[in-house]
């Protein structure tokens, strides 16, 4: 099963744009894939999903951070990225990537990263 890593800055000033990457940190990127995606746990809350993107490159976003949000792909690097501008401090969270790796028409496996956590403060 494939294993995913999330990476980003860890501490970002409010008002600045956060960039979180996700690769596979071993394993191999499964051929048939559905989609790879977002999501967050802020502190004392639940998960969150933000948004996901499938193969072909389009992509859905949640609605609580529509239109701040943005993620894109590099297909050929095997890895997935978030760009969220504008952060405040609401933002501070621990960031998830997930991907949904499919087997069959029946079938699928979802394979998530640690996570990495992210703080917007002065």
């Known amino acids: 099963q494939v294993q995913l890593q999330e990476s980003g800055p860890g501490l970002v000033k409010p008002s600045q744009t956060l960039s979180l990457a996700c690769g596979v940190s071993?394993?191999?990127?499964?051929?048939?894939?559905?989609?790879w995606g977002w999501i967050r746990q802020a502190p004392g809350k639940g998960l969150e999903w933000i948004g996901f993107?499938?193969?072909?490159?389009?992509?859905a976003y949640g609605p609580s951070l529509k239109g701040r949000a943005a993620i894109s792909k590099d297909s050929s690097a095997n890895q997935l990225f978030l760009h969220l501008n504008s952060v405040t401090p609401e933002v501070t969270a621990k960031y998830y990537c997930?991907?949904?790796?499919?087997?069959?028409?029946?079938?699928?496996?979802?394979?998530w990263g640690q996570g990495t956590q992210v703080t917007v403060s002065s």
């Open positions: 997930k991907l949904r790796s499919v087997q069959s028409t029946i079938e699928w496996t979802d394979s």
């Open positions: 071993s394993g191999s990127m499964p051929i048939r894939w559905a989609s």
């Open positions: 993107i499938n193969p072909e490159g389009g992509a």
